[in-house]
């Protein structure tokens, strides 16, 4: 095995997903905090709600798995599993409610500061996403989210309140969490657009505005700790062509360009990619760019770059036409006859894990962290409480296998993040029995159960995995 000494083995939440707390000392709602719950079985994704309704409705972000106050004791799993780095994110609105105040929330920010003294306690590197999926409301109901200029401010402020107070506790931050979805769904998880139908102009104006707060935040936060190792984060979902037929190349190489390559080339080479500009100018689409723009981008470019990875897809010429598309992380495309895949239909694929890792690595030469990966699936407790997740170890151990593989390969493979290494609820649907964890937690999808956590067998297993430094994968 060639995992390096120093490997940052560990895993990865979001405040929306996990904190739950959603009203408590002072925090706002989020976009998220407007969810309803989807469901796999009604194949429903998740409904947004402009008002809240919780005497009709369950919106599973308003209680998560109650990180907010079990945190020292989830702290104190992930520390017995041996991590180094625990990725988290913090919610915008416990620290600005509504996103445009001009002071911080003190009782937001003192929590965060309890979080990151308590994972110091064991040795723990916090790794902290600045915004995932979680805009304040507000903000996107009186601004339109980033398609006005001043939630650019806003945003800026909020990070520059955050590296001026944890400038000593925190070294590694990712200013958004899958940037690339807001090329989809009408930007509302990344740009906050959720008021009317917007123009594909609008949406792409509101993506560069989250450009530009991002690369401000970049070079902000250089300047009050040239420590800092600040980078991007992208839902990576490599794509196959569905046969060599060269209209599939072509029109793979299309599809992939768009979403994988052109928010990673705007944040890491500080520009947009050529092909960006003619799909504008082809399209009508008219984004403001000005020069000053461009300098901001290019003076914010990041240190490192970070992905999440679960699936690959394929993709075909006529891709809107078949019948044979695979399920996804917002992005589907077609099936591969040669993968399995999960109960929500996501299509794994550890190899192509080793794929994707060389084909980011030979375009930026940047350190890479693998921030998200893992199975969401079904557990069944035994009579005695044991939860054996052998298809979650499995899965784990080829994805492993296969970054230690890239690693040979010679790419600068700095650390592992798995998803919801504690249960906590789906972003896609909002259910709690799409479960990712080590630790299991007492909840279900109507939001019953204890909150009890507990270790699963790949509990034990990640656990031995992290004290070998990757050499022990046998269960
Ligand atoms: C990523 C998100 O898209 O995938 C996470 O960053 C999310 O927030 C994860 O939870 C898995 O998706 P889901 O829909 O299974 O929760």
Not at 442 to 456: P, Q, V, Y
């Amino acid at each position: 095995m060639t995992f390096p000494k120093n490997f940052l083995w560990g895993g990865a939440t979001a405040a929306n997903q996990c904190e739950g707390a959603w009203d408590v000392d002072g925090k706002g709602d989020s976009i998220n905090d407007h969810n309803r719950a989807g469901s796999r079985t009604a194949g429903t994704r998740r409904t947004f709600d402009l008002t809240i309704d919780t005497e009709n409705y369950y919106y599973p972000s308003h209680t998560g798995i109650d990180f907010y106050h079990h945190y020292k004791e989830d702290i104190a799993l992930f520390a017995e599993m041996g991590f180094k780095v625990y990725r988290l994110s913090i919610a915008w609105t416990r620290i600005f409610p509504n996103g445009d105040e001009e002071t911080p929330n003190e009782a937001g920010l003192q929590f965060y500061d309890d979080v990151f003294d308590e994972l110091a306690k064991y040795g723990i590197e916090p790794l902290v996403t600045i915004s995932h999926f979680e805009l304040p409301f507000h903000l996107g109901k009186k601004y339109d989210g980033f398609l006005d200029k001043r939630t650019i401010g806003f945003y800026e402020r909020y990070a520059t309140t955050l590296f001026e107070r944890y400038k000593n506790k925190v070294k590694y931050w990712l200013t958004f969490n899958e940037i690339n979805f807001g090329t989809m769904e009408h930007g509302l998880r990344i740009s906050g657009l959720f008021n009317r139908e917007y123009t594909e102009t609008e949406q792409y104006q509101a993506l560069h505005n989250v450009f530009l707060a991002s690369a401000k935040a970049v070079s902000a936060g250089h300047k009050i700790n040239p420590d800092f190792q600040i980078g991007c984060m992208l839902a990576y979902i490599t794509m196959y062509p569905k046969t060599c037929r060269p209209e599939d190349v072509l029109k793979t190489q299309q599809i992939n360009d768009k979403f994988n390559y052109f928010c990673g080339d705007v944040q890491v080479k500080g520009k947009y990619p050529y092909f960006m500009k003619r799909y504008f100018e082809k399209n009508n689409i008219n984004v403001e760019i000005t020069e000053e723009d461009q300098q901001i981008l290019q003076a914010g470019t990041v240190d490192y770059y970070t992905f999440s990875y679960y699936m690959t897809t394929c993709i075909a010429d006529d891709l809107d036409q078949r019948d044979d598309k695979s399920g996804g992380n917002l992005f589907g495309g077609v099936s591969n006859e040669y993968l399995p895949s999960s109960d929500w239909g996501w299509q794994i694929d550890p190899i192509g894990l080793r794929y994707t890792l060389n084909q980011i690595y030979s375009r930026y030469e940047v350190p890479l962290m693998v921030v998200e990966n893992g199975l969401g699936a079904f557990d069944e407790v035994a009579a005695d409480g044991s939860i054996s997740d052998d298809y979650r170890i499995d899965y784990f151990k080829q994805h492993i296998i296969e970054m230690d593989k890239a690693i040979e390969d010679g790419v600068d493979l700095i650390g592992y993040t798995p998803w919801g290494c504690i249960d906590l609820i789906s972003a896609g649907t909002g259910e709690m029995s799409k479960r990712y964890g080590f630790i299991y937690v007492d909840r279900d999808d109507e939001g019953n159960g204890t909150l009890a956590r507990s270790r699963k067998k790949s509990f034990y297993w990640y656990k031995q995995v992290i004290e070998s430094n990757g050499e022990n994968l046998s269960n």
